[in-house]
């Protein structure tokens, strides 16, 4: 399944749809000039377990370091990866 971006003035989310309807998406809002806040993951149940959400984290960490951007995780998964995966620390906003 494909990830896409939706972004609008300040805010943005990565997803994946099914054509009907968004099965996993992650939500950010700019933070400043150089840092973003994840605030929101949702996974449909039909895609637990098939690392949908850490893909979405991959792409808006692709995302940040594409725009030189660091991330500050609010979301509890997106907290949680954070902690446990120092490939991506890079982009931590702290």
């Known amino acids: 399944m494909e990830i896409?971006?939706?972004e609008s003035t300040g805010k943005g989310i990565v997803f994946m749809s099914d054509?009907?309807?968004n099965l996993a998406e992650?939500?950010?809002v700019k933070g400043g000039d150089d840092y973003i806040i994840v605030d929101h993951t949702m996974v449909d149940?039909?895609?637990?377990?098939q690392g949908a959400g850490r893909k979405l984290l991959d792409r808006i960490v692709k995302l940040a370091r594409e725009r030189n951007l660091k991330i500050q995780p609010?979301?509890?998964f997106v907290v949680a990866t954070f902690n446990k995966v120092e490939e991506i620390r890079d982009v931590?906003?702290?």
């Open 45 to 49: 149940d039909s895609l637990r377990g």
């Open 26 to 28: 992650m939500t950010w």
């Open 92 to 94: 931590l906003y702290e």
């Open 74 to 76: 609010l979301c509890p």
């Open 4 to 6: 896409q971006i939706s």
């Open 19 to 21: 054509g009907e309807r």
